[in-house]
C-alpha cells in the first residue's frame, strides 16, 4: 500500500509539472486566446485616437491575442454616432465626448454599465511651425484676417469643445465670421499645416503629431469643461467576447502607458 501511495504522488508530481510548464510557455494560458480565434473586433473611434491605435495599440492588442484582429473605422464622434445608429457594424465605440456616447446610451444601443470614462486631453490653439504670427493667447483670435480652423460643432466634439471655450471668453461673435468647419479634428489639423488657415483649435495629441504645427497656448482654465474620452461595447456586438478582451486589454498598464506617451491623460 505504501508503495502505491508513492507511485500516485509521484504521479501527480509530474502531472504538476508538466502543467506547470504548459502555463509557463503560454499553452495552458492562451487558451481563452484560442477561443477567439477568427473574431474581428470592429472599433468605431475618435479620428484623434488614429495614430495611437494604428501605430501601437492595434498591433500590440494582436499580438497579444493571435488570431484575433481589429478592424478600426475613424471619424468625427458625432459621424461615428449617426452611423452606428443607422446600423454600422461595431463591436467597440471610443468617443472624444460624452455626448455621443450618453445618445448611444438612451438609444440602448449601449449599455450604461459598461461605459468607461477613459481618457482626458486638451484643446490647443495652433498655427503652421513657421508661422510668425503675433499670437499668445485665445483672445488673439479677434485680431487673425485669414481663416480659423475648427471642427464643425454640429458632430465635432473638438469643435464643440472651441465653440464652448470662444462662448465662455466673449469672442465667438468675433470669430465666428474667419471660421473654417472641418468635418473632424484631423482636417482641421491638415488646413493648419498646408496653410490653408491662418490657425486653428485642435487636441494637444494632433498637435503632438504633426512637425508641420506649433501650440501657442492652451484654452483658457474654465473656458470649457474636462475633455473626456468614454469607450464602451456596443449592446449587440457581434464578436462581444474579443470586444471584451479589447476592452480588458485598453485599461492594463501598458495600454495605458501608450496612451500617455501620445499625450493622453488617463482619466480618475
Known amino acids: 500500500m505504501e508503495s502505491r501511495n508513492k507511485i500516485i504522488i509521484a504521479v501527480v508530481a509530474v502531472i ?36 495611437v491605435y494604428d501605430e501601437k495599440l492595434i498591433p500590440m492588442f494582436e499580438e497579444k491575442y493571435p488570431g484575433v484582429t481589429v478592424t478600426p473605422t475613424y471619424a468625427s464622434s458625432g459621424d461615428l454616432q449617426k452611423q452606428i445608429e443607422n446600423g454600422l457594424k461595431a463591436d467597440v465605440f471610443m468617443s472624444a465626448g460624452n455626448k455621443q456616447m450618453d445618445a448611444l446610451i438612451n438609444e440602448s444601443l449601449v449599455d ?32 487673425v484676417k485669414g481663416n480659423i480652423a475648427i ?28 471660421l473654417s468647419l472641418a468635418t473632424d479634428v484631423t482636417a482641421v489639423l491638415n488646413q493648419v499645416a498646408q496653410k490653408s488657415a491662418e490657425c486653428g483649435l485642435v487636441y494637444a495629441t494632433d498637435a ?48 495605458q502607458s501608450v496612451f500617455e506617451d501620445y499625450g493622453f491623460t488617463i482619466h480618475k
Not at 17 to 32: D, E, P, R
Not at 151 to 178: C, F, M, R, T
Not at 219 to 248: N, Q, R, W
Open 16 to 51: 504538476v509539472i508538466i502543467a506547470a510548464g504548459l502555463y509557463a510557455t503560454g499553452s495552458l494560458g492562451n487558451t481563452a486566446s484560442s477561443d477567439l480565434n477568427g473574431q474581428d473586433v470592429q472599433l468605431a473611434a475618435a479620428a484623434s485616437l488614429k495614430n
Open 112 to 143: 450604461n454599465a459598461s461605459n468607461v470614462k477613459f481618457l482626458e486631453n486638451k484643446l490647443v490653439l495652433i498655427v503652421p511651425a513657421d508661422s510668425n504670427a503675433n499670437m499668445t493667447s485665445f483672445e488673439d483670435l479677434k485680431n
Open 151 to 178: 471642427g464643425d460643432p454640429e458632430s465635432v466634439p473638438a469643435g464643440q469643445y472651441a465653440n464652448e471655450s470662444l462662448h465662455n471668453i466673449g469672442i465667438w461673435d468675433a470669430v465666428e465670421p474667419k
Open 208 to 255: 503632438q503629431s504633426s512637425k508641420d504645427v506649433k501650440v501657442v497656448c492652451e484654452a483658457p482654465e474654465g473656458s470649457l469643461k474636462t475633455i473626456v474620452y468614454p469607450v464602451a461595447p456596443l449592446k449587440d456586438a457581434e464578436h462581444a467576447d474579443a470586444a471584451a478582451k479589447f476592452m480588458e486589454f485598453l485599461q492594463t498598464p501598458e495600454a
